[in-house]
T-cell receptor, first 111, second 114 residues
Framework: QKEVEQDPGPLSVPEGAIVSLNCTYS??????FMWYRQYSRKGPELLMY????GNKEDGRFTAQVDKSSKYISLFIRDSQPSDSATYLC???????????FGQGTRLTINP | DSGVTQTPKHLITATGQRVTLRCSPR?????VYWYQQSLDQGLQFLIQ???????AKGNILERFSAQQFPDLHSELNLSSLELGDSALYFC?????????????FGNGTRLTVT
C-alpha cells in the first residue's frame, strides 16, 4: 500500500465549476501538507502549504486537512481553463527530509 | 519562475553511457533535492543535500550519485544507463532543508536512454 493515495483521474469539468481534489494517507505522523500544480513539461509549482489540521484559503483555492480521517482536499472555485494541469498532493513528517507525493490528478477545465 | 535552474532541458543518450545533470538552487536556499518522475512511479525522492552535506537518501540507485558544491549548485551523475532510467529528473531547493521549509522545483531535465 502506498503511503499517499491520489486518484489519477483524468478529471474533466466545465469552466466555472467547483473542483474537488483529494488525497488519503496512511501515516499519522505526517504534519505538513502541500498541493503542487504541474503544467505539461514544467516542474511542480507550490500552490498551498498547511501545517496540521484545518483550512487555508488563497484566492480561488482552499486547502483542507482532516488528520482524524487522514484525508486532505484542494478546492478550486470558479475554475478556469488555465487551471488545467496535474495536481499533486505532498506531505512530510515533522523532522523528516523526505516529501512524499501522491500520483497526481490530471485536471481539464473545458471552456 | 521558481528561481531553480536546471540544465540541460533534454538529454538523449545510449545505454551504458554516463550523464551529468546540473541544478542551481534559488538564491538563498541552502538545500537541494533530486527527484525522479516517471509515468508509472510518480515523483520519487532520490537524495537531499544541505549546505554541501548529504542530508537524506531515498530510492537512489548505486549507479547514481550526487554532490553539492561550495557555491551550492548540485550535480546528479547517472552512469551505466539503462532504458528504464528514462524519466524526468527534477531538482528542488528550500531555505532550511527541514520539514517546514517548502520545496521549489525547477523545470526538470528530460532524459531519454535509447
Amino acid at each position: 500500500q502506498k503511503e499517499v493515495e491520489q486518484d489519477p483521474g483524468p478529471l474533466s469539468v466545465p469552466e466555472g465549476a467547483i473542483v474537488s481534489l483529494n488525497c488519503t494517507y496512511s501515516n499519522s505522523a505526517f504534519q505538513y501538507f502541500m498541493w503542487y500544480r504541474q503544467y505539461s513539461r514544467k516542474g511542480p509549482e507550490l500552490l498551498m502549504y498547511t501545517y496540521s489540521s484545518g483550512n487555508k484559503e488563497d484566492g480561488r483555492f482552499t486547502a483542507q486537512v482532516d488528520k482524524s480521517s487522514k484525508y486532505i482536499s484542494l478546492f478550486i472555485r470558479d475554475s478556469q481553463p488555465s487551471d488545467s494541469a496535474t495536481y499533486l498532493c505532498a506531505m512530510i513528517k515533522e523532522g523528516a527530509q523526505k516529501l512524499v507525493f501522491g500520483q497526481g490528478t490530471r485536471l481539464t477545465i473545458n471552456p | 519562475d521558481s528561481g531553480v535552474t536546471q540544465t540541460p532541458k533534454h538529454l538523449i543518450t545510449a545505454t551504458g553511457q554516463r550523464v551529468t545533470l546540473r541544478c542551481s538552487p534559488r538564491s538563498g536556499d541552502l538545500s537541494v533535492y533530486w527527484y525522479q518522475q516517471s509515468l508509472d512511479q510518480g515523483l520519487q525522492f532520490l537524495i537531499q543535500y544541505y549546505n554541501g552535506e548529504e542530508r537524506a537518501k531515498g530510492n537512489i540507485l548505486e549507479r547514481f550519485s550526487a554532490q553539492q558544491f561550495p557555491d551550492l549548485h548540485s550535480e546528479l551523475n547517472l552512469s551505466s544507463l539503462e532504458l528504464g532510467d528514462s524519466a524526468l529528473y527534477f531538482c528542488a531547493s528550500s531555505v532550511a532543508g527541514a520539514a517546514g521549509s517548502p520545496l521549489h522545483f525547477g523545470n526538470g531535465t528530460r532524459l531519454t536512454v535509447t
